[in-house]
């Protein structure tokens, strides 16, 4: 069976529907766009504009709490460093 037309020179198959495309291709860029626009700019970033909010870990209560732990972690390393020196100690000097 022969086709009735013969196809174009350069012909590689039916026609991309612009219609549908660029449309859709316009949709998808304005989409992203507008992502861009409110997604954090990087950790504890704030998107601009009116767009975001104050991040969590900028809030005043957020940053004493973690002031608190630091110090916290601080204080049970130093704990625990005087007690590995207690314990070195008695095995040098058990007479003590």
Known sequence: MRLALKPRRGYIGPDMLDRLFL????ALTLGLVGLAMVWPQGLGDRSPGPFGHTPVQQTPEMKAAMARESNDANQRAARAKQALMDLQAQRLAPTQ
């Open 23 to 26: 449309p859709a291709l316009f």
